[in-house]
């Protein structure tokens, strides 16, 4: 069966991220204060074929920690959709 591996990699909450504070201060210069503490982050979108969701969100978890997230400097929360 296909299914589809929604995958946000964040920067962990104690590293600072010098993405979203340079997007934060360029929408207070611009008026807009009441959005603060902008993370910038990743999403990625798998396709896998498995047996099962449980296969599905196995073989997803193993990329992203082999591959697609730097466990030391970020975290994953993985979302899987049947096809």
């Given at each position: 069966?296909?299914?589809?591996?929604?995958?946000?990699?964040?920067?962990?909450?104690?590293?600072?991220?010098?993405?979203?504070?340079?997007?934060?201060?360029?929408?207070?210069?611009?008026?807009?204060?009441?959005?603060?503490?902008?993370?910038?982050?990743?999403?990625?979108?798998?396709?896998?074929?498995?047996s099962?969701?449980?296969?599905?969100?196995?073989?997803?978890?193993?990329?992203?920690?082999k591959?697609?997230?730097?466990?030391?400097?970020?975290?994953?929360?993985?979302?899987?959709?049947a096809?």
């Amino acid at each position: 069966m296909n299914y589809t591996a929604q995958i946000t990699i964040m920067p962990l909450k104690e590293l600072l991220d010098p993405q979203g504070k340079a997007v934060n201060e360029s929408l207070h210069r611009l008026g807009i204060s009441a959005i603060d503490q902008v993370r910038i982050g990743k999403h990625i979108t798998l396709q896998i074929e498995a047996s099962d969701e449980k296969q599905a969100h196995t073989l997803a978890d193993e990329a992203c920690r082999k591959v697609l997230c730097n466990q030391v400097m970020e975290s994953y929360s993985i979302s899987i959709n049947a096809q």
